[in-house]
């Protein structure tokens, strides 16, 4: 992919460098722990509450112990339904290639919606945010899941910092290893959660939620602490969670979903209350709270995605979700 500027190869190393080191603070008291260098894979210790931040197979563990207990059952559900449902590989090609194909074909449908969605904030979005600053972007990745967004935006020439709950091989944090050697370097991985984000204030530029905004429990509390992390003019974007214009359409499908979970693999898969859809009204509740405004923009998925809903109301069926794109700039 060819970058967003010319970027000497002098500048692409120093680049490298700036993208290893983060101010980060303890997830358990909110101290601040001082400057992290990824390189130097040491860990480091909370001087207020004892915490340690410490490095595991190159992803920093920022995860305080009681909230490893408690989304204990929901990382252990969630990764037995991925390896099922067919998600990962053993082969580094198949991650190289995403989002623009899933060489394993078990996900196809799945994967051409995310190109869709990447192809357009790469020609619609991403461009205005690099002619704003005219620099690499600090990007913020929350639920980066094998890093394959991460692995684009590097490849575009921005510093992306990839978080996410699961730490596997095949489909979390773990198995953005294979974007090593394509890079030549590797952007940090921090095993955390989205509402208590290991770092300190006003270190990013851009905060993206790929798919992953619907897990939060709370949605003004999870884009508060994403929006703690941006500087002045930062900005917010939302990709690919399900948007239903009324709660209870949403509400439908979380129990069509649940039924279906509990038949095909013995459990609902609820053991976090997450939020799981979008709705208008709760992004202007979040737009009320934190001061927002959200500027909507929607990709096209093709004919057999628009006719989606005509064929669900010939048929009886609950009206199917959208995949918008939201993007808020932070005014303070």
Known sequence: MVKSAAITSLEEESRRSMAAVLLVRCPV???IMGLLDPCELSDKTCALCGFVLREDRGIWRALAPDRQRRFSQFMREYQEVRVREGRGSS???????????????????????????FRYLLRRLLPQL??????????LDIGAGNGWLSYRLAERGHLPVAVDLLDNDT???????????????LFP?????????????????????????????????TLREAIRCLRPRGHVLI?????????????????????????????????IPSREF?????????????????????PWYGWNWALRPVKARLLRQREPSKFYLFWAEVNR
């Open 278 to 298: 979008l709705t208008p009204a709760a992004l202007d509740e979040a737009a009320f709270t934190l001061s927002l405004r959200w500027k909507i923009f929607k």
């Open 91 to 117: 082969s580094p090609g198949y991650y190289l290639s995403l989002p623009y194909a899933d060489l394993t074909g078990r996900n196809s449908w799945q994967w051409s919606i995310r190109a869709v969605t």
């Open 189 to 221: 991985r921090f095993q955390a959660e989205m509402d208590r984000l290991p770092f300190a204030n006003e270190q990013f530029d851009v905060v993206i939620f790929n798919a992953s905004l619907h897990y939060s429990e709370d949605y003004c509390a």
């Open 239 to 271: 990709l690919d969670s399900p948007f239903y214009r009324r709660e209870e359409i949403g509400r439908r499908m979380i129990e069509e979903r649940r039924q279906k979970f509990t038949n095909s693999f013995g459990f609902a898969s609820d053991s």
């Open 171 to 185: 489909d979390g944090l773990g198995a953005a290893r294979h974007y090593h050697f394509s890079l030549g370097w």
């Open 130 to 139: 690099e002619q704003l600053l005219a620099r690499p972007l600090d990007i």
């Open 29 to 31: 008291c909110t101290h």
